[in-house]
């Protein structure tokens, strides 16, 4: 029984995220003309995704208590570069998407280089570099263009056995393969402890720095991962200034929906990815209810605030009114 | 007189903080199968030295050296490497994860390079457990436990690093007298298995009860090593006093005060666990000092009047009529007339990179506007008076508050509050790390806005000023009022005794003169 409250308590803000997307997702079906086939999740999954990988690479800088405005803008230059690289034979292919990650990690990199070793702050940091990174991606794509390994790009955007979609897939791959190991690695833990309380993870002799380091570079790598499949959706590349400013900040409000906290210390990867996909799917409702286009960023407004007031509560408790402004 | 050779030896040991100099040629040696402990008052360099020992502050001068072998810490991690652990005062736990993470945090369990989540809760349960806190679930998150439990969580963390000198720094001041019984039976056992332990308390009789040896700080400098128990609690106090006076006080008004009506009274004030069935009531005229040792609910106690703490029971009385502070802007509402002189000036007092005119102004804005405009010649006007009473030495009004001096900017952060002629003046240990010459003026100003009427409380960490300040001193200990101290019973030895909470000795020293 106490077993169960300790991991509950744990998992709430994913639990609460899954919940919400699972809600918004039946609602979205059932009134789907098409209702729950195949195609319906396919198409779902690949929009979702996107926003999924950006957001969780927003958690990881998050995490550390910093925040990273340049994912977006990473995000849309990994996917110009994509466009000129990820083409030819499998082997050029391969380097190509090789060299597209390898990018996002230089990227997140140079952000957490400045930020950690320059001690600037995060915010300031990553709009400058972000407004860099789009001044590159617009040398790369002046005009919208481009092309992509369009076996690759079909077969990654496509469905397994018929059903299940790949790009689903894949983000399930990454979720193994990157956040698992990282968040039960030491660098995580210390990740967690920097954003939590700096100073006694400092205290504690924990690896502060490069666990902020690895943060912020493996968010570069995870916003390229978007870009990649941003190409293999499009099958272009283009430098869309407010594309890459949406998903910055359609990332942040991913982040807070999935339970993670901006304050640093809490939440996980995993919530931030329902967070995505629940917001998508906000975004999806009003077009099965036919309403106009034009109330979607009004009703994704209203939603985004009613989930983040839930987590607001704690307040009312605080008894020395000082710790408000801690 | 150690039988054992000293593990780890610090000589000549100095630190300073700007000015303000911590420490200075302090020795100790620590040997092993020892419990050693350290006293001294606030501010004589205890915490200095254990920040030094754990590899938190570099020292100036002097060397330390274990197992013969000179060493120095660059950081907390480099002291753990070489068995020294720390359980700080101030708390080292991360509040955002569990229990169990918390105790492996500097070194992990690893398995295939990922943390080994079995093996970790396991070493945590072994630690719990050694530290005699096994009702702490190891997967509960620090930040919803007590701090009682917090604190038990610290002492297992310790020991799960497997110190050779493990540093207890207050390390029990939170605990329930279970836990205490509990903790020393652990330490007991961890000296019976060859630990260096340095233990810092100011609980005589915990002292009594578990240090083999004690060292007593004075001024920085380590001044009497003795084997515990060979000292009586008076001897001791003595060890602990004996500083040179070095501060002019104005001369305390002698008019009988008794008479007049209290301007600020609680009764039966209560918040959570620091602040315990506090009354007490001030009269208009009057300096009551609050004395003890530092973080006895001192601070809590002055943001209870100002209406920053939520949840209090208990009564405020101002003029003899209940009164309901909800907030600082509550507070300084004339019906109240209330100003808190904060302890931190830099974050809680002044607004740094504004200018001196804006911080002088801040509370007394709604006086001198009109229309919601701000009149600036009437604004000018008070800023001169201020300037001009407090004489305060600035290259203009219009330079960022932050390049005064710091005793300067204590006078604005005065200064602000008394544009609005407070009746009450609360003032959270104000004269810290200020000049001997800003400090002297700011005593005459107590007695000053005393004798126009004000009801002055006055919280110092310094116990000179609190004899030579105040006309009354409440001696908190754990949350509660110990004792009053009232005109010539305020003095250093009576101060002390009661702050360490020894009684029949204390008490009976209370009447004598100071020399």
């Known amino acids: 029984m106490r077993e169960w409250r300790y991991w509950f308590a744990e998992q709430r803000g994913t639990l609460l995220a899954l919940g919400i997307f699972i809600l918004m997702f039946i609602i979205y079906t059932s009134n789907h003309p098409a209702g729950l086939t195949a195609n319906v999740v396919q198409t779902a999954s690949n929009k979702g995704v996107l926003l999924a990988f950006v957001a969780m690479a927003q958690t990881l800088v998050v995490l550390t208590a910093g925040i990273d405005l340049s994912v977006g803008m990473i995000f849309i230059l990994t996917n110009c570069l994509a466009s000129w690289l990820v083409v030819g034979t499998g082997i050029e292919t391969a380097f190509g998407v090789v060299a597209v990650l390898g990018t996002g990690a230089l990227c997140g990199a140079i952000n957490g280089a400045i930020v950690i070793f320059g001690r600037l702050q995060p915010i300031v940091t990553t709009i400058a570099t972000g407004a860099i990174y789009f001044g590159i991606a617009l040398l790369l794509r002046p005009f919208p263009g481009g ?125 931030a990815i329902f967070g995505a996909l629940a917001f998508r799917t906000i975004g999806d409702l009003l077009f099965v209810f036919d309403f106009d286009p034009l109330w979607q960023p009004l009703f994704q407004g209203v939603v985004l605030l009613f989930a983040v007031s839930l987590g607001a509560f704690g307040l009312f408790r605080v008894r020395n009114r000082l710790d408000w402004f801690q | 007189m150690n039988e054992a050779a000293p593990l780890l030896r610090m000589e000549g040991i100095s630190k300073r903080y700007g000015g303000v100099r ?28 254990i920040k030094i020992m754990a590899g938190v502050v570099a020292p100036d001068e002097g060397r330390m050296t274990m197992d013969g072998h000179e060493v120095s810490f660059g950081s907390p991690a480099a002291a753990n490497e070489a068995g020294i652990v720390c359980v700080f005062q101030e708390l080292s736990l991360i509040p955002d994860l569990s229990v169990a993470d918390n105790i492996v945090i500097s070194d992990p369990p690893l398995r295939f390079g990922m943390i080994d989540r079995r093996a970790q ?81 100011h609980r005589m009789n915990e002292i009594e009860e578990l240090a083999d040896e004690c060292t007593v700080f004075r001024n920085g400098s380590n001044v009497a090593t003795y084997a515990a128990g060979s000292k009586t609690d008076n001897e001791v106090v003595e060890m602990m006093i004996g500083r040179e006076y070095s501060h002019v006080f104005p001369p305390k008004s002698d008019r009988p005060k008794s008479d007049a009506a209290p301007v600020l009274e609680c009764r039966k004030l209560s918040w959570t666990d620091r602040l315990n069935d506090i009354s007490l009531s001030v009269r208009a005229g009057e300096v009551v000092g609050l004395g003890g040792l530092d973080g006895q ?43 808190l002189i904060p302890e931190d000036r830099k974050t809680e007092g002044l607004m740094l990179p504004m200018t001196v005119r804006e911080n002088l102004s801040f509370t007394a804005l709604d006086r001198v506007t009109k229309a919601g405009v701000i009149d600036r010649t009437a604004e000018q006007a008070l800023i001169d008076d201020m300037v001009k009473l407090l004489a305060i030495k600035t290259a203009g009004l219009d330079i960022p508050v932050g390049a005064l001096s710091g ?26 790390g200020i000049d001997v010459g800003t400090k002297q003026e700011m005593y005459q100003l107590l007695r000053k806005l005393a004798d126009a009427g004000a009801a002055i409380v006055f919280y110092s960490t310094d116990y000179d000023e609190l004899i030579g300040c105040c006309d009354r001193v409440l001696v908190l200990y754990d949350g509660a009022i110990k004792r009053e101290l009232v005109g010539d019973e305020i003095t250093e030895r009576a101060l002390i005794a009661s702050a360490l909470n020894i009684e029949g000795e204390g008490a009976a020293m209370a009447g004598e003169a100071r020399p």
């Open chain 1, 147 to 271: 092309s992509v390994n369009e076996h690759l790009a079909d077969a990654l955007t496509g469905k397994l056995f018929g059903v299940v979609p790949t790009s689903l897939v894949v983000l399930l791959a990454v979720v193994l393969v990157v956040w698992v190991p990282f968040s039960r690695s030491v660098l995580g833990r210390a990740a967690y402890a920097a954003g939590s309380s700096e100073i006694a993870a400092y205290m504690s002799g924990v690896p502060l720095l490069r666990a902020k380091f690895a943060a912020y570079t493996l968010a570069g790598t995870l916003a390229a991962t978007g870009g990649l499949f941003l190409t293999f959706f499009t099958y272009t590349g283009e430098a869309a200034l407010a594309s890459g400013n949406a998903y910055t900040l359609f990332s942040i409000a991913a982040v807070v929906l999935g339970g993670v906290s901006l304050y640093g210390g809490r939440g996980s990867a995993i919530g």
């Open chain 2, 22 to 49: 911590a420490l200075e040629h302090a020795d100790l040696s620590v040997s092993p199968g020892r419990i050693h402990a350290i006293l001294g008052e606030n501010g004589a360099g205890k915490s200095t030295l």
């Open chain 2, 121 to 201: 809760r396991r070493i945590a349960e072994e630690a719990l457990a050694r530290a005699g806190a096994s009702d702490i679930h190891p997967q509960a998150l620090v930040k919803d436990l007590p701090l009682s439990r917090r604190q038990m969580v610290e002492i297992a963390k310790a020991l799960a690093r497997k110190p050779r000198i493990l540093i207890l720094d207050e390390a029990t001041s939170a605990l329930t007298a279970t836990d205490v019984s509990r903790i020393f039976d652990v330490l007991k056992r961890l000296r019976s298995e060859g630990l260096a332990l340095l233990y810092i308390s």
């Open chain 2, 297 to 339: 609910g001192q601070r809590e106690l002055l943001l209870a009047f100002f209406g920053v703490l939520r949840g209090l029971t208990g009564e405020i009385l101002v003029n003899g009529k209940p009164a309901s502070i909800s907030s600082p802007a509550a507070a300084k509402q004339d019906e109240i007339g209330m100003a």
């Open chain 2, 407 to 432: 005793g300067n900017q204590q006078k604005v952060v005065i200064a602000k509050w008394l544009m609005r002629q407070p009746r009450i003046i609360l003032l959270n240990d104000p004269t810290r």
